[in-house]
């Protein structure tokens, strides 16, 4: 039974509600310190509570108005459209700049870049937007058999090079660990053994690839045939070029692998490794569960010989799922264009490339940016990026069995 409290008893203030039992509530009611709470009382308080709270909302709602109004009156509101791109496509912009070294009107888009004596036309070019240039750093990734899988490292803005230091460990044993690293077991009471690690520090400079096309009029008159053009072979140029600088370094932009202090070199004695050969080269990697083979055409064709002769029966296998030109000794094969001749170092090799380090300088002035000079009513398109490279070992490692073992290794 409920019952509202008219005076204060004990724990309850007077106008309390109370749900009770109902001999308390007759004896509360007899004291007269309380009186029956009815359904009808309860509802007149309930009606009465909601219009305090409607009352409260509906104020509150107004002061929001007139807050709202203000806002307007005081802020003004202008809408702006999307900018559009500064050029719909690569074509679009390489046409432009083909107009304007033809003498024809030059785009407000268009901006100069010099390489010559003055900043005209004729001896500058034009820098093509950081959304354009990226499609050519692309192509170039996607088209890269060695490069994509080093090691990489941006240089910032103010830098041309970094220096990196090399642990200096050319043999394996308890007191030469990764460069003089000691493990031993002292007895009791006994000093630890001093000793002082060993570093050594490679310079990589940043070097610069210059890429150079020149372009017929009738690939010029389509824009969309110039940029695919552009797209595909200036980015395919670019990553051939980068692969044969870690392999041979022939251009002199990095360090190459090929008769470096830290390549592991096994004897072949005839023109193709035999099957030993072969094991022995496999072996000499110190890191053969990231290692991969590279091979060139002529040597991966002698490959396929040797297995078919059964002197290499299941070891090569044509797992295309893993490699395209299947596998050795279980480590993805990889055919590749810069590679020597039979008897090069470079013809046959086994490399764990993320211990190879390749640096770039990010921003299209330096990275991925294109200039177009006209020569003799030549179209010439000479795109720069900025690359360097070397080996992070300073060289090979000698183990207790003697082996001599590397994460480069060729044939001799």
């Known amino acids: 039974m409920k019952v509202r409290m008219i005076l204060d008893e004990k724990d309850y203030k007077a106008g309390t509600i109370i749900d009770c039992d109902?001999?308390?509530?007759?004896?509360?009611?007899?004291?007269?310190?309380?009186?029956?709470?009815?359904?009808?009382?309860?509802?007149?308080?309930?009606?009465?509570?909601?219009?305090?709270?409607?009352?409260?909302?509906?104020?509150?709602?107004?002061?929001?108005?007139?807050?709202?109004?203000i806002k307007k009156e005081e802020v003004k509101i202008?809408?702006?459209?999307d900018a559009e791109p500064t050029w719909k496509s690569m074509g679009e912009f390489l046409g432009a700049v083909i107009k304007a070294g033809k003498g024809g009107e030059v785009d407000d888009r268009l901006t100069v870049k010099s390489t010559g004596q003055s900043e005209t036309n004729a001896d500058g070019g034009y820098t093509v937007t950081t959304?354009?240039?990226?499609?050519?750093?692309?192509q170039a990734s996607l088209a890269s058999v060695m490069e994509q899988k080093c090691s990489h490292l941006e240089i910032g803005p103010n830098y041309t090079g970094i220096k990196i230091p090399q642990l200096n460990e050319t043999t394996r044993s308890a007191t030469t660990l990764y460069g003089g690293v000691r493990i031993y077991s002292p007895a009791e009471g006994v000093g630890k053994t001093p000793f002082i690690q060993k570093y050594t520090q490679k310079d990589i400079q940043l070097k610069k690839l210059c890429a150079v096309n020149y372009m017929t009029d009738e690939l010029m008159q389509d824009n969309t045939a110039l940029e695919g053009f552009i797209r595909m072979n200036v980015g395919r140029a670019f990553a051939w070029a980068k692969d044969n600088e870690i392999i041979n370094a022939t251009?002199?932009?990095?360090?190459?692998?090929?008769n470096h202090a830290a390549t592991a070199e096994v004897t072949v004695?005839?023109?193709?490794?035999?099957?030993?050969?072969?094991?022995?080269?496999?072996?000499?990697?110190?890191?053969?569960?990231?290692?991969?083979?590279y091979l060139s055409t002529a040597?991966?064709?002698?490959?396929?010989?040797?297995?078919?002769?059964?002197?290499?029966?299941?070891?090569?296998?044509?797992?295309?799922?893993?490699?395209?030109?299947?596998t050795l000794l279980g480590r993805p094969i990889n055919v590749i264009e810069q590679a020597g001749g039979l008897t090069?170092?470079?013809?046959?090799?086994?490399?764990?490339?993320?211990?190879?380090?390749?640096?770039?300088?990010?921003?299209?002035?330096?990275?991925t940016s294109i200039h177009v000079k006209f020569l003799e009513d030549e179209t010439a398109f000479r795109w720069t990026t900025r690359f360097g490279g070397a080996p992070l070992m300073a060289s090979t490692i000698t183990l207790p069995d003697t082996s001599v073992v590397s994460s480069f290794v060729t044939r001799d």
Not at 131 to 138: E, G, N, R
Not at 251 to 258: E, F, K, P, S
Not at 303 to 313: E, Q, V
């Open 131 to 138: 959304d354009l240039a990226k499609f050519i750093t692309q």
């Open 299 to 326: 040597q991966y064709a002698a490959l396929i010989a040797l297995t078919n002769a059964g002197a290499l029966t299941n070891l090569f296998q044509p797992n295309y799922t893993v490699s395209p030109s299947g």
């Open 22 to 69: 109902e001999i308390t509530a007759k004896d509360y009611i007899d004291k007269k310190v309380a009186e029956a709470y009815t359904e009808e009382m309860e509802k007149k308080d309930a009606e009465a509570v909601q219009e305090v709270i409607d009352a409260k909302v509906q104020k509150i709602q107004k002061e929001v108005k007139q807050m709202t109004d």
């Open 251 to 258: 251009l002199g932009a990095a360090t190459a692998i090929v």
């Open 269 to 293: 004695a005839g023109n193709n490794p035999t099957a030993i050969e072969w094991a022995q080269i496999y072996a000499r990697n110190l890191n053969r569960t990231r290692a991969e083979w």
């Open 78 to 81: 202008e809408v702006i459209k």
């Open 344 to 367: 090069d170092e470079s013809s046959v090799m086994f490399l764990d490339l993320t211990d190879y380090l390749v640096i770039g300088k990010g921003g299209i002035q330096e990275a």
